[in-house]
Every structure is written in C-alpha cells, then in structure tokens.
C-alpha cells in the first residue's frame, strides 16, 4: 500500500520547512518557576507543551528521545506519553527516538509497544546493524500506510567511523550496504511523493560523501542530526535534501535552551524556542537557495 505517512511529512516539510524539534527534555532544561511547585511528569509536559504550542506552526515534527523519560522512571514514561498524546490530538508528526535492534519476537513487541497504545507514534527509529531480520517484524505496520521508520544509516558521532566506514570485498562502505538494503525494503511502499516511508538517520557532520549519499538513496527519506550543538552547519544540511525536501533536521538543545542562549528572561523560553526554530528554518531555505544557484 501506498504510504500516507510519508505523504504528510513530506507535505509538512512544504509547508512548515525541515526543523524536527527534538523534545530530548532533562529536568535541568526546565525553568525554576516552572519545577518549583510540580512534580518531574508535570514539570516535563508543561515545558513540553510550551515548546511544542510555540513551534507547531514552524516545525515539520518533533522527536521525542526516550532516554530522557526513562531515566526518571514510571513519572518520566508518564510525561513520554503524556507528551506524544497531546501532539496527536495537535495532529503533529511524532518521531519516537527509542533506537530499537532486536529481533524476532522481541521486536515485534517492539512494535506494539511504539505503533500502538500509550507510546504510539507515527514514526520510529531503529538500529538496523543486527541485520535486515531486525526490521521485518515493523512491517506489518508500515505495509498499512500510517506508520514508518527511520533506521540508522550513517550517524553524526564520531565513532561512527568505527564500524559505518568499514568496506566490504567491493569497496563499498558499511552504511552503503545497509542503507540501500532498507531501501530496497521500502520500495513497495513508496508514497506519492517519491520517497519511501522506510528512512535514514543520515548525520550532517562528515559531508565529504553527502552529495553522493543523497544521489545513490534518492527515494529515503532523511532524518539528520547533528545540526548546530555536534557542528553541522546549513550547508552541510543542505547537500542532504532535494530542493530543500527529501529531509527534516533535528535540533533539540538548540531550542529548547534557546532562552539561556539569549540571556532572556526564562518565562520566555517557549518565544524564544519559536525563534531558533525560526531562525535554523530561514538559516537552511538560505543554504538550499544558495546551493541551487551553484
């Protein structure tokens, strides 16, 4: 079946532009007056739902890191899902950064637990390095148009070298092969606007090879890190995204801490988060212009 999922991200990425905020919320982010009189879950969605009230207009999803949450126990999973409910009464895109690589039985929990129930989300990232085997037990909900992944490809860390940049017998680096395999799973899935639902996590922060990656995984849909905090500049961005689509990019600590960054007044940190995500929007539509008149 043809993917609606893709369809309406990549609709959104038209509309909105490529800013995926990502909600990597820590406790140490939120401001005192919000902390001081709530408990960890409240403090954590009413921050969250500042955020995301400020930058829905501006902002093509938002990715939701469950590190953060499970970190603080059964009241940080509360505020995880107490958040990705309110962005789908809100309609907005949900990428749940959970980064699952079982396999078999395991992953079709997996599946349960993050495609349906109180953690559903649209979209999902896993790790494909244990093989392709890893990804199949998803499929069954991609296969019906609403849900889809994003697999690590080529990550934005640098250990990345230490296993994506091996080459096999033909000279063809790890990330190669895995991301053209996940690829090739998503084919028969393919929306209308060309892409598979089926993505890659395509960091921006080794860009000698970007052009070529773009090129040779034309129909997957990027999610890119490393944008601001680890380095990446819209340039780099830039080379990863056709006509300024084909991508979102996430920034998390950049928005969110906006408000420390400018030295305001932190009462005003969801306006100010509205302005990063503004401005890293203008900053990339700049650099995509930029590099089609190359």
């Given amino acids: 079946m043809r993917s609606?999922?893709?369809?309406?991200l990549y609709k959104r990425v038209e509309e909105r532009g490529v800013v995926c905020v990502g909600l990597d919320t820590s406790l140490d982010y939120i401001p005192k007056f919000i902390k001081n009189s709530k408990s960890a879950r409240e403090a954590i969605f009413e921050f969250n739902k500042g955020i995301i009230d400020a930058t829905e207009d501006v902002a093509s999803c938002f990715k939701v890191q469950i590190a953060y949450y499970e970190a603080l126990g059964i009241e940080g999973l509360l505020a995880y899902r107490d958040t990705l409910k309110y962005l789908k009464e809100k309609d907005l895109i949900t990428i749940a950064d959970i980064k699952r690589g079982d396999i078999a039985a395991t992953a079709k929990m997996y599946a349960k637990a993050h495609f349906e129930g109180d953690f559903e989300a649209d979209f999902i990232t896993l790790n494909p390095y244990m093989g392709m085997d890893s990804i199949e037990p998803y499929i069954s909900y991609i296969e019906k148009?609403?849900?889809?992944?994003?697999?690590?490809?080529?990550t934005s860390n640098?250990?990345?070298?230490?296993?994506?940049?091996?080459?096999?017998?033909?000279?063809?680096n790890v990330y190669d092969v895995v991301g053209k395999k996940v690829l090739d799973l998503g084919m028969k899935f393919i929306g209308g606007c060309g892409y598979t639902p089926m993505g890659g996590?395509?960091?921006?922060?080794?860009i000698e090879e970007g052009a070529k990656i773009r090129e040779y995984l034309k129909e997957m849909f990027f999610l890119i890190p490393g944008y601001g905090a680890?380095?990446?500049?819209?340039?780099?961005v830039a080379m990863y995204l056709n006509n300024g689509n084909g991508g979102v990019v996430n920034s998390s600590r950049g928005i969110l801490l906006a408000y420390r960054k400018n030295g305001a007044?932190?009462?005003?940190?969801?306006?100010?988060?509205?302005?990063?995500?503004?401005?890293?929007?203008d900053e990339i539509k700049m650099a995509v212009l930029n590099r089609g008149n190359l």
């Avoid at 007044?265 to 929007?281: F, G, L, N, V």
Wanted: with cysteine.
């Fill in 265 to 281: 007044d932190e009462k005003d940190y969801a306006k100010c988060a509205r302005q990063e995500a503004i401005r890293m929007r």
């Fill in 145 to 154: 148009g609403d849900k889809g992944i994003f697999s690590l490809v080529r």
């Fill in 201 to 206: 996590v395509i960091g921006c922060t080794h």
């Fill in 158 to 172: 640098e250990g990345a070298k230490d296993i994506e940049y091996i080459k096999d017998k033909d000279g063809k």
């Fill in 230 to 236: 680890q380095g990446g500049k819209a340039e780099d």
């Fill in 4 to 8: 609606r999922i893709i369809d309406k």
